[in-house]
T-cell receptor
């Protein structure tokens, strides 16, 4: 049972254009959402996050949008740069046992930005 | 500050052998997570600890997998006996009670 889904395994975008990565979730208890970026042979690194009480969070070229009614979030990168080529993971968080937070990840989307 | 440190970075072993992966979390972090990345399943949570106590090990695939956290600065993930389908990249991550996790560079395991 995948609680966090990224239905597009790959996405190719021209340099300078907008990249839009999508993510859907099923658990309405999720209250915090994050995007991670992963380069080959490296661990995932945090990119941007959003609380469930907001619908938008922006950080430079990166903006995350949250649509709670649709249980959908998206990451917009504009303008896209070749260095943005990586696997992007969507993750969702909920308070669990022992007051610890765990993250549930989607399967990832490989973004390729073409020069 | 040092990040999450994992060892070994690469491990090649034969089926049936014991494998031990090690992790040193970021100092001051009280939650530690073990994830496995495969092409088919992406990043899946195996187990996580809070204040050195295992909280949820429901992601551990079989009894062949075990994890320990004897103190706040060290954790191990053991596979005994290993099988070819265990081949994957294993990530350790830590956090300080907030949703943002910090990942190590991973241990790539190949079981022949």
């Amino acid at each position: 049972d995948q609680q966090v889904k990224q239905n597009s395994p790959s996405l190719s975008v021209q340099e300078g254009r907008i990249s839009i990565l999508n993510c859907d979730y099923t658990n309405s208890m999720f209250d915090y959402f994050l995007w991670y970026k992963k380069y080959p042979a490296e661990g995932p690194t945090f990119l941007i996050s959003i609380s469930s009480i907001k619908d938008k969070n922006e950080d430079g070229r990166f903006t995350v949008f949250l649509n709670k009614s649709a249980k959908h979030l998206s990451l917009h990168i504009v303008p896209s740069q070749p260095g943005d080529s990586a696997v992007y993971f969507c993750a969702a968080s909920v308070i669990s046992s022992g007051s610890a937070r765990q993250l549930t990840f989607g399967s990832g989307t490989q973004l390729t930005v073409l020069p | 500050d040092a990040g999450v440190i994992q060892s070994p970075r690469h491990e090649v072993t034969e089926m049936g052998q014991e494998v031990t992966l090690r992790c040193k979390p970021i100092s001051g972090h009280n939650s530690l997570f073990w994830y496995r990345q495969t092409m088919m399943r992406g990043l899946e949570l195996l187990i996580y600890f809070n204040n050195n106590v295992p909280i949820d090990d429901s992601g551990m695939p079989e009894d062949r997998f075990s994890a320990k956290m004897p103190n706040a600065s060290f954790s191990t993930l053991k596979i005994q006996p290993s099988e070819p389908r265990d081949s994957a990249v294993y990530f350790c991550a830590s956090s300080r009670g907030v949703p943002k996790l910090f990942f190590g560079e991973g241990s790539r395991l190949t079981v022949l």
